[in-house]
């Protein structure tokens, strides 16, 4: 099973951090506007000095922060996806997904995925070849023992990104996946 992925998210994150930083570091006086629409000599003078000098060092903005449970269905599909995507791209790393898939997968599960991977040729998780640019997780409901979530798993970035949808199904009980198929 070999994965590629041809985006950056580090440099995305970077790219965005220092956009924040950036939109932070707008002095207040930059936004005061005279009532004629001129500014005040003594506000040019300082957007002036202001240009001539180096900006200072910006930390850049943290990360927001990301909590879930482990004994909620959804919070587990989630981190199984986050962890799973993590491994899958990262060449060389199929003990890992492995490993993953026995600990969060039942065994009919692990077997038909098996199954749908020797007839397509792919990642039975993923339902793709290689890693998505980014996934989310959303509860749809359970009963009878089970619960069902939307997994989205995003393809590309910018405007040429697409999405697939998968229904991942999970037993209250145990809190393994039993089954993951297409959506639509």
């Known amino acids: 099973m070999t994965h590629t992925r041809t985006n950056s998210s580090k440099s ?7 956009t924040l930083a950036g939109l932070v570091a707008v002095p207040a006086s930059a936004m ?7 500014a005040p000599k003594a506000a040019v ?3 002036t000095k202001a240009a001539q000098e180096p900006a200072p060092a910006q930390d850049p903005a943290p990360a927001p922060a990301l909590s879930g449970d482990p004994q909620t269905p959804y919070a587990r599909v989630a981190h199984f996806y986050a962890a799973y995507i993590d491994v899958a791209d990262d060449p060389g ?7 993953l898939r026995e600990f969060y997968l039942t065994p009919a599960a692990l077997k038909r995925l098996a199954d ?3 007839r397509n040729e ?7 070849q290689n890693a998505p640019t980014a996934w989310r ?3 749809e409901g359970s009963g009878m023992g089970s619960t069902w979530a939307t997994v989205r798993l995003t393809w590309g970035e910018g ?6 949808y998968l229904k991942v199904t999970t037993l209250l009980e145990s809190g393994k996946i039993s089954d993951i198929t297409e959506k639509y």
């Not at 792919?122 to 793709?128: F, I, N």
């Not at 405007?159 to 697939?164: A, I, P, S, W």
């Open 12 to 18: 995305r994150t970077l790219v965005m951090a220092l």
């Open 32 to 38: 005061d506007y005279a009532p004629t629409g001129a």
């Open 45 to 47: 003078a300082q957007e």
């Open 93 to 99: 790393s199929n003990e890992a997904a492995t490993a």
């Open 116 to 118: 749908w991977e020797r």
């Open 122 to 128: 792919a990642d039975g998780v993923l339902r793709a």
């Open 137 to 139: 997780v959303t509860p």
């Open 159 to 164: 405007k040429d990104r697409t999405y697939t």
